[in-house]
Protein backbone atom coordinates (compact mmCIF):
# COMPACT_ATOMS: atom_id res chain seq x y z
CA UNK A 1 0.00 0.00 0.00
CA UNK A 2 1.36 3.37 -0.92
CA UNK A 3 1.38 6.01 1.76
CA UNK A 4 2.60 9.77 1.22
CA UNK A 5 3.12 11.88 4.13
CA UNK A 6 3.96 15.96 4.04
CA UNK A 7 6.15 17.44 6.06
CA UNK A 8 7.11 20.70 7.15
CA UNK A 9 6.54 24.01 9.12
CA UNK A 10 2.57 25.46 9.41
CA UNK A 11 3.77 28.98 9.49
CA UNK A 12 5.89 31.15 6.92
CA UNK A 13 6.60 34.67 7.26
CA UNK A 14 5.39 37.06 4.16
CA UNK A 15 8.17 37.32 1.14
CA UNK A 16 10.07 34.17 2.93
CA UNK A 17 10.67 30.55 1.35
CA UNK A 18 7.50 27.86 2.04
CA UNK A 19 9.69 24.43 2.48
CA UNK A 20 7.64 20.99 2.46
CA UNK A 21 8.64 17.43 1.94
CA UNK A 22 6.75 14.12 1.25
CA UNK A 23 7.91 10.80 2.51
CA UNK A 24 6.86 7.91 0.21
CA UNK A 25 6.50 4.52 1.17
CA UNK A 26 4.97 1.57 -0.55
CA UNK A 27 6.54 2.33 -3.55
CA UNK A 28 9.36 4.21 -5.06
CA UNK A 29 9.80 7.88 -6.65
CA UNK A 30 12.57 6.28 -8.80
CA UNK A 31 9.02 4.19 -10.58
CA UNK A 32 9.00 5.84 -14.23
CA UNK A 33 5.47 4.56 -14.17
CA UNK A 34 4.58 7.34 -11.70
CA UNK A 35 4.37 10.90 -11.20
CA UNK A 36 4.94 13.00 -7.92
CA UNK A 37 2.98 16.33 -7.43
CA UNK A 38 2.28 19.09 -5.19
CA UNK A 39 -1.42 20.19 -5.23
CA UNK A 40 -2.98 22.62 -3.03
CA UNK A 41 -6.20 23.98 -1.54
CA UNK A 42 -6.50 27.82 -0.83
CA UNK A 43 -9.42 27.66 1.38
CA UNK A 44 -12.67 28.56 -0.23
CA UNK A 45 -11.49 27.93 -3.44
CA UNK A 46 -10.08 24.90 -5.35
CA UNK A 47 -7.87 22.43 -6.08
CA UNK A 48 -4.55 23.83 -7.89
CA UNK A 49 -1.96 21.65 -9.68
CA UNK A 50 1.90 22.58 -7.96
CA UNK A 51 3.81 21.05 -9.96
CA UNK A 52 5.60 17.59 -10.26
CA UNK A 53 8.68 15.43 -10.27
CA UNK A 54 9.59 12.57 -12.43
CA UNK A 55 12.53 10.25 -12.57
CA UNK A 56 15.69 11.32 -13.55
CA UNK A 57 15.25 14.63 -12.01
CA UNK A 58 12.99 15.79 -14.75
CA UNK A 59 10.30 18.74 -12.98
CA UNK A 60 7.50 20.19 -14.41
CA UNK A 61 5.57 23.34 -13.07
CA UNK A 62 2.25 25.45 -13.00
CA UNK A 63 2.92 28.62 -15.24
CA UNK A 64 1.26 30.74 -12.95
CA UNK A 65 3.79 29.42 -10.29
CA UNK A 66 6.94 28.58 -12.57
CA UNK A 67 8.80 31.31 -11.50
CA UNK A 68 8.80 31.02 -7.89
CA UNK A 69 8.52 26.94 -7.64
CA UNK A 70 11.53 24.49 -7.17
CA UNK A 71 10.23 20.72 -6.83
CA UNK A 72 13.30 17.90 -6.04
CA UNK A 73 13.65 14.32 -5.23
CA UNK A 74 15.89 12.42 -2.79
CA UNK A 75 15.93 8.79 -4.33
CA UNK A 76 18.15 7.79 -1.46
CA UNK A 77 15.17 8.74 1.05
CA UNK A 78 12.52 7.93 -1.38
CA UNK A 79 10.87 12.02 -0.81
CA UNK A 80 10.00 14.54 -2.66
CA UNK A 81 10.04 18.49 -1.77
CA UNK A 82 8.52 21.50 -2.40
CA UNK A 83 10.02 24.84 -2.22
CA UNK A 84 7.95 28.61 -2.76
CA UNK A 85 9.87 31.68 -2.37
CA UNK A 86 8.50 35.11 -1.88
CA UNK A 87 5.47 33.71 -0.07
CA UNK A 88 2.18 35.93 -0.04
CA UNK A 89 -0.62 35.77 1.86
CA UNK A 90 -2.37 33.77 -1.08
CA UNK A 91 0.16 31.09 -0.97
CA UNK A 92 -1.81 30.44 2.30
CA UNK A 93 -3.22 26.57 1.42
CA UNK A 94 -3.54 23.08 2.34
CA UNK A 95 -1.00 21.71 0.37
CA UNK A 96 -1.31 17.51 -0.09
CA UNK A 97 1.57 15.61 -2.24
CA UNK A 98 -0.22 13.29 -4.84
CA UNK A 99 1.23 10.40 -7.08
CA UNK A 100 -0.16 10.30 -10.46
CA UNK A 101 -0.01 7.29 -13.32
CA UNK A 102 1.75 7.96 -16.67
CA UNK A 103 -1.13 5.87 -18.46
CA UNK A 104 -4.38 7.86 -17.30
CA UNK A 105 -2.92 10.82 -15.28
CA UNK A 106 -5.35 10.32 -12.29
CA UNK A 107 -3.99 11.20 -8.80
CA UNK A 108 -4.66 7.75 -6.92
CA UNK A 109 -2.79 8.23 -3.91
CA UNK A 110 -2.68 11.39 -1.85
CA UNK A 111 -0.81 12.83 1.82
CA UNK A 112 -3.54 13.80 4.47
CA UNK A 113 -2.60 17.33 3.51
CA UNK A 114 -0.43 20.40 5.53
CA UNK A 115 -2.00 23.73 6.11
CA UNK A 116 0.78 25.97 5.88
CA UNK A 117 -0.50 29.84 6.86
CA UNK A 118 1.45 32.55 5.55
CA UNK A 119 1.49 35.69 7.87
CA UNK A 120 2.61 38.69 8.08
CA UNK B 1 -4.12 26.77 -20.84
CA UNK B 2 -6.83 24.24 -20.68
CA UNK B 3 -9.54 25.72 -18.89
CA UNK B 4 -12.23 23.31 -16.85
CA UNK B 5 -15.63 24.56 -15.75
CA UNK B 6 -18.25 22.71 -13.66
CA UNK B 7 -21.76 23.13 -13.20
CA UNK B 8 -23.62 23.70 -10.70
CA UNK B 9 -20.83 25.30 -8.34
CA UNK B 10 -23.49 23.68 -5.57
CA UNK B 11 -26.23 21.41 -5.60
CA UNK B 12 -28.70 20.60 -2.75
CA UNK B 13 -30.35 17.08 -3.07
CA UNK B 14 -31.75 14.47 -0.75
CA UNK B 15 -30.79 10.75 0.25
CA UNK B 16 -31.96 8.55 -3.14
CA UNK B 17 -31.71 11.57 -5.22
CA UNK B 18 -29.95 10.71 -8.68
CA UNK B 19 -27.35 13.61 -9.26
CA UNK B 20 -25.74 14.74 -12.40
CA UNK B 21 -22.31 17.12 -11.92
CA UNK B 22 -21.18 18.55 -15.37
CA UNK B 23 -17.54 19.67 -16.77
CA UNK B 24 -16.27 20.93 -19.67
CA UNK B 25 -13.28 21.62 -21.06
CA UNK B 26 -12.26 24.69 -23.13
CA UNK B 27 -10.84 22.31 -25.95
CA UNK B 28 -10.98 18.87 -26.57
CA UNK B 29 -9.19 16.42 -24.10
CA UNK B 30 -10.28 13.14 -25.49
CA UNK B 31 -11.21 10.63 -22.65
CA UNK B 32 -8.30 12.36 -20.20
CA UNK B 33 -10.73 13.32 -17.72
CA UNK B 34 -10.85 12.13 -13.65
CA UNK B 35 -13.14 13.03 -10.81
CA UNK B 36 -12.65 13.24 -7.40
CA UNK B 37 -14.36 13.34 -3.93
CA UNK B 38 -13.51 15.46 -1.41
CA UNK B 39 -14.61 15.60 2.02
CA UNK B 40 -13.09 18.43 5.03
CA UNK B 41 -9.78 17.62 6.33
CA UNK B 42 -9.45 14.37 4.17
CA UNK B 43 -7.25 13.80 1.08
CA UNK B 44 -8.98 13.86 -1.69
CA UNK B 45 -10.39 10.58 -3.55
CA UNK B 46 -10.13 9.42 -7.37
CA UNK B 47 -13.58 8.28 -8.22
CA UNK B 48 -13.57 8.00 -12.01
CA UNK B 49 -10.00 7.86 -14.46
CA UNK B 50 -9.90 7.80 -18.37
CA UNK B 51 -13.71 9.65 -18.42
CA UNK B 52 -15.34 6.30 -17.58
CA UNK B 53 -13.45 4.01 -15.71
CA UNK B 54 -14.47 2.88 -11.82
CA UNK B 55 -11.66 3.41 -9.47
CA UNK B 56 -11.34 -0.02 -7.42
CA UNK B 57 -13.12 0.17 -4.24
CA UNK B 58 -15.63 2.79 -5.44
CA UNK B 59 -19.07 2.31 -5.37
CA UNK B 60 -21.02 1.54 -8.48
CA UNK B 61 -23.76 4.02 -8.15
CA UNK B 62 -21.22 6.27 -9.43
CA UNK B 63 -20.21 6.51 -13.54
CA UNK B 64 -18.35 8.83 -15.67
CA UNK B 65 -19.02 9.25 -19.25
CA UNK B 66 -18.80 12.15 -21.54
CA UNK B 67 -15.20 12.69 -24.49
CA UNK B 68 -14.14 15.54 -26.27
CA UNK B 69 -14.72 18.65 -24.31
CA UNK B 70 -18.34 17.58 -22.31
CA UNK B 71 -18.05 15.32 -19.23
CA UNK B 72 -20.76 14.03 -16.62
CA UNK B 73 -20.45 12.59 -13.33
CA UNK B 74 -23.33 11.06 -11.84
CA UNK B 75 -24.29 9.13 -8.42
CA UNK B 76 -27.63 7.19 -9.04
CA UNK B 77 -28.78 6.80 -5.29
CA UNK B 78 -27.74 9.69 -3.30
CA UNK B 79 -25.86 8.20 0.23
CA UNK B 80 -25.33 10.10 3.31
CA UNK B 81 -21.77 9.49 2.80
CA UNK B 82 -21.64 11.33 -0.69
CA UNK B 83 -22.31 14.69 0.56
CA UNK B 84 -18.76 16.56 -0.17
CA UNK B 85 -17.20 18.36 -2.85
CA UNK B 86 -16.59 16.90 -6.59
CA UNK B 87 -13.80 18.17 -8.66
CA UNK B 88 -12.54 17.08 -12.37
CA UNK B 89 -9.60 17.36 -13.47
CA UNK B 90 -7.67 17.04 -16.93
CA UNK B 91 -4.52 14.96 -17.63
CA UNK B 92 -4.76 15.44 -21.18
CA UNK B 93 -1.49 17.61 -21.30
CA UNK B 94 -0.03 15.43 -18.83
CA UNK B 95 2.87 15.93 -17.73
CA UNK B 96 3.34 19.61 -18.31
CA UNK B 97 0.14 20.82 -16.54
CA UNK B 98 -3.09 19.52 -15.09
CA UNK B 99 -5.73 21.60 -14.21
CA UNK B 100 -8.82 21.33 -11.94
CA UNK B 101 -12.48 22.45 -11.98
CA UNK B 102 -13.70 24.82 -9.69
CA UNK B 103 -15.78 22.35 -7.72
CA UNK B 104 -19.27 21.12 -6.51
CA UNK B 105 -20.27 21.22 -3.30
CA UNK B 106 -22.90 18.56 -2.92
CA UNK B 107 -24.77 19.25 -0.06
CA UNK B 108 -28.15 17.56 2.25
CA UNK B 109 -31.17 19.53 1.24
Given at each position: ??????S???????????S??????G?????????????????????????????????????????????S???S?????????????????????????????????????I?????? | ?????????????????????????????????????????????????????LQ??V??????????????????????E?????????S??????????????????
Amino acid sequence: QVQLQESGPGLVKSSETLSLTCNVSGGSINNGNYYWSWIRLPAGKGLEWVGRFYIHGKTYYNPSLRSRVTISGDTSKNQFSLRLNSVTAADTAVYYCARSGYSHGEFDYWGQGIRVTVSS
Amino acid sequence: DIQMTQSPSSLSASVGDRVTITCRASQSISRFLNWYQHKPGKAPQVLIYGATNLQSGVPFRFSGSGSGTDFTLTISSLQPEDFATYYCQQSFITPSMNTFGQGTKLEIK
